[in-house]
């Protein structure tokens, strides 16, 4: 009888547990036996939702991405707290710091990405391995970082988030939400950098400010200073000493290569792989989620990709015939995450009314409101766009955009939609193929399936197809679909 072949997975993110789950029905049929090496102590965890986690609004059961007494009942070992080292590619190994080594047949690094860390004075960057950060400084990517987090939150501290993106801005939220004192300190003339223009970046600012954050733009950090506390002070060249009681660094993520760097893999902005996600020769060694280089795509450190990756993976792993190479590019839509200020964006906004006649900008603002738009279009189709305070125009203005269908000549229509006094503007309807779920990339078509297989709480809606396991910001649109369910049948 044919040996099961060993799979073995470095990583035990969000990526590496649903490739488990997708390779469960070959291990319960004894086709594979599957052990997973996690350096975190933790079972795979919803890293999305880290910040709630801090401020309380979650707990970690709510985090939690595995049934672990199910997967071990079916034969999968997964050690915990087991730092891969090294691969001996010869002998077919990998080497743990604390363990005996593991031998495979087929290899899958999903060691995902670490939290860029600034060269400032006061921190020893090292861009390969995790840097020993001084006392109250701290990023927010894993239970450790939120804990940490959460301890400043109580102690009453100023926190100091450095970087102005996407998580910088939801973790400030997070923050004043629960009553604390945060401050956003970036470069940039207006957080979220290059997606918004300069009235659109004014408005955000100022909507982070009513909601709590005190945000300080343009500033050059050089150097923190420390005290018997640890963290004390941001040294700028631009804003003398920025003092707090914790820095958060949110400056962007690296994916962690050196293990496959360290064994001879090629390394870009990822691991490289081809399209078929293999990173060697002899179809051996793959690697996917936030560490992978996917066929020359840099990481994008979104979960839809990796989800993508890890249900393909697990079918390539588990057949016994080749299945074709899929689609895993990401849409580029972004979205700001709860906390109640509405804020889309998309593409290029630069454009300005007169720069180019083959671009037409179309802008509203109602600033007292708290309420903006700018659309660029060329042939009436989006190429890029920034929406705040405007919902319902951000979710038909991201279907024209993903679908490249053309807007109406009539651009002030796209506004009424966000008018409660008007019903029934004929907004699109969203197709089976539009994405419903931007974190699992589930379409309405799949929930629609889901709901139609029997599936009644939204929670079971994610067992079956991912849609709402990642921020949660669809379920209403999960239970919009529930209520109407019969119809759907
Ligand atoms: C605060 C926050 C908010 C986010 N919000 C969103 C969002 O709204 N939407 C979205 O799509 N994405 C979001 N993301 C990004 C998303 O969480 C990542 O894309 C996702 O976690 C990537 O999963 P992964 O499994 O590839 O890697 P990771 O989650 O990074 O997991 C990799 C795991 O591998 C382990 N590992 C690494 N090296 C080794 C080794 N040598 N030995 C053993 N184990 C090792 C690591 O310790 C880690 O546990 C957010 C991330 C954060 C931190």
């Not at 080749?322 to 630069?350: H, N, R, T, Y």
Request: charged share 20%.
């Amino acid at each position: 009888m044919k040996r099961p072949e060993q799979i073995v997975i470095i990583g035990f993110g969000p990526v590496a547990a649903s490739l488990v789950e997708g390779l469960l029905p070959a291990v319960t049929a004894g086709q594979c036996e599957l052990t997973v090496i996690s350096a975190e102590e933790h079972l795979a965890y919803n890293r999305v939702l880290l910040a709630e986690l801090a401020i309380g609004a979650a707990q970690l059961d709510h985090l939690n991405m595995v049934d672990a007494p199910r997967l071990e009942a079916a034969g999968v070992k997964i050690l915990l707290g087991a730092q891969a080292t090294g691969v001996d590619r010869a002998r077919r190994r990998v080497i743990i710091g604390n363990h005996e080594p593991v031998a495979y047949d087929r290899l899958v690094f999903a060691t995902g990405a670490r939290a860029m860390i600034p060269s400032l004075n006061g921190l020893n960057f090292d861009p390969h391995a995790d840097t020993a950060l001084p006392d109250s400084v701290f990023a927010l990517r894993t239970v450790d970082d939120a804990n940490k987090l959460q301890h400043h939150l109580t102690a009453g501290d100023r926190i100091l988030i450095l970087g102005g993106g996407i998580l910088g801005i939801e973790a400030a939220l997070a923050i004043a939400a629960s009553g604390g004192s945060p401050v956003l300190v970036h470069h940039g003339a207006a957080p979220l950098g290059r997606v918004v223009d300069s009235d659109g970046g004014a408005l955000l600012t100022r909507c982070l400010k009513e909601a709590g954050v005190e945000v300080i733009s343009q500033v050059k950090a050089t150097g923190i200073t420390k005290d018997e506390n640890g963290f004390a002070a941001l040294t700028t060249s631009t804003h003398g000493q920025i003092p707090g009681g914790a820095l958060l660094i949110s400056t962007g993520v690296r994916a962690r290569t050196e293990l496959a760097e360290g064994c001879g893999l090629a390394v870009g902005r990822g691991i490289k792989t081809n399209q078929f996600l293999c990173a060697d020769t002899e179809a051996r060694i793959y690697a996917l989620g936030d560490c992978a280089e996917v066929d020359g795509q840099a990481p994008v450190g979104l979960l839809a990709p990796g989800w993508a990756q890890a249900s393909w993976l697990a079918a390539h792993l588990s057949s016994p015939t080749d299945i074709p190479a899929a689609d895993f590019s990401a849409s580029d839509v972004l979205m700001l995450k709860g906390q109640g200020i509405e804020v889309a964006a998309a593409g290029d906004v630069s454009a300005g009314f007169w720069d180019n006649p083959e671009l037409q900008a179309t802008v509203f603002a109602d600033p007292s409101a708290g309420r903006y738009l700018k659309v660029v279009t060329r042939d009436s189709v989006v190429t890029g766009f920034l929406s705040i305070g405007l919902p319902q125009t951000s979710a038909e203005l991201t279907l024209a955009y993903e679908r490249g269908t053309p807007l109406p000549e009539d651009r002030s229509t796209l506004l009424r939609l966000d008018d409660p006094a008007v019903s029934d503007l004929g907004t699109a309807i969203p197709s089976d193929e539009d994405q419903l779920c931007r974190c699992s990339g589930a379409t309405y078509g799949q929930v629609a399936h889901a709901v139609g297989e029997g599936c009644t709480t939204v929670a079971q809606v994610g067992e079956s197809c991912r849609a709402g396991t990642g921020c949660g910001g669809c379920k209403s649109k999960i239970e919009e679909m529930l209520k109407k369910a019969p119809a759907l049948a």
